[in-house]
């Protein structure tokens, strides 16, 4: 692209007069850079429409490629204006069926991801889940099974919210896939960390947050913990899930601390969070509530601190289990004992 002046008022003539000797993609590209000067003074539905005219003159011309650019472009401009979320929205998707019929997946990839992120800001729980379909498609198609398997725990977990408002078997059923899939990816990727983590999601989502009750401890089986078959296994963390599983809570907390302890001083997040578990299910069995809270938000602000907010998701869903578990009630005695136990 030529460079102009980034006053509008000398773009504007030579819009015109590309207009004039019927070029249109020229036009297109000035009014592309006409639309950055507009982004730059934050005129959002300004720099929307110059690229809205830009997208249409490459149509014009069969340039689709270009089309689709200018598209996402414009949706782009518009997921600064929250009022103009819907706007964004149809002309990311626009964009992305445009870059897909263009065979541009990469930047058909970056639509959906962009769509996601705005369906997510607006707590679109559903229209996010399909949007991270597409996502998943296209990492698919692309060969990026790392980040494919990312997409599909994160549309497992925009299912699960969708089941919290409205709650579906079919939502359910469908973040258990997802879960599912994702564990196989990370076990051919011979990511045995990524893996045991996301088999603890799973098993946290489907027999903990929807079949209230069962103990975290019935993970044994789930995790394999021995020492051939998995690195991160902990002696500490089996013998607690032993005695949990056996009813002997002062045992399994015990047991729990001690593997607790270990992993925070090797620094390992993973072991962390599931030995904090335990000591809350220990904490729980033992009718211990505010021990149990205690725990989890203990492990919550640890792992938010030292691996960021995704690192917390799995206590996040464990505390609002415990919340409908426990009721709203118990739980704000809970708190109240927690909060009365730091002063």
């Not at 249409?56 to 401009?77: D, I, P, S, T, V």
């Not at 997409?151 to 078997?169: F, G, I, N, Q, V």
């Not at 103990?215 to 690195?231: K, V």
């Amino acid at each position: 692209m030529n460079t102009v002046s980034q006053d509008p008022a000398r773009i504007q003539p030579q819009i015109h007069q590309a207009r004039a000797q019927g070029q249109p993609l020229r036009e297109a590209e000035l009014r592309a850079q006409l639309a950055e000067v507009h982004s730059q003074a934050k005129q959002w539905r300004e720099a929307a429409q110059e690229l809205h005219w830009a997208a249409q003159l490459a149509l014009q011309k069969g340039a689709m490629a270009l089309h689709a650019e200018y598209l996402f472009e414009k949706g782009e401009r518009l997921t600064h204006a929250p009022e103009l979320a819907a706007s964004a929205a149809r002309a990311l998707r626009k964009a992305g069926a445009a870059a897909k019929v263009s065979g541009k997946l990469p930047l058909a990839l970056t639509a959906a991801q962009a769509l996601v992120t705005l369906e997510v800001e607006q707590q679109a729980w559903d229209r996010a889940a399909s949007a991270t379909g597409e996502v998943i498609e296209l990492l698919d198609s692309l060969g990026r099974r790392a980040e494919l398997c990312d997409a599909l725990e994160k549309r497992a977990s925009y299912l699960h919210r969708m089941d919290r408002e409205t709650p579906s078997e079919l939502s359910r059923e469908g973040a258990l896939r997802d879960m599912g899939r994702a564990v196989a990816l990370a076990e051919l990727q011979d990511d045995l960390r990524r893996s045991v983590e996301l088999r603890l999601m799973r098993r946290i989502l489907r027999d903990f947050v929807w079949e209230e009750g069962a103990p975290i401890s019935a993970l044994h089986g789930e995790l394999e913990l021995d020492h051939d078959a998995d690195p991160f296994a902990d002696e500490s963390i089996g013998q607690a899930m032993a005695a949990l599983q056996a009813g002997m809570s002062e045992t399994g907390a015990r047991h729990a601390t001690a593997a607790r302890d270990a992993a925070l001083d090797s620094a390992d997040p993973l072991r962390y969070m599931l030995a904090s578990l335990l000591l809350a299910e220990a904490a729980e069995l033992a009718g211990d509530q505010p021990s149990a809270l205690s725990a989890l938000l203990s492990c919550k602000a640890t792992l938010e601190k030292s691996q960021g907010k995704k690192a917390g998701q799995p206590i996040r869903l464990v505390l609002d289990a415990l919340r409908h578990r426990w009721g709203d009630a118990a739980m704000a005695d809970a708190i109240q004992a927690y909060s009365d136990q730091l002063q």
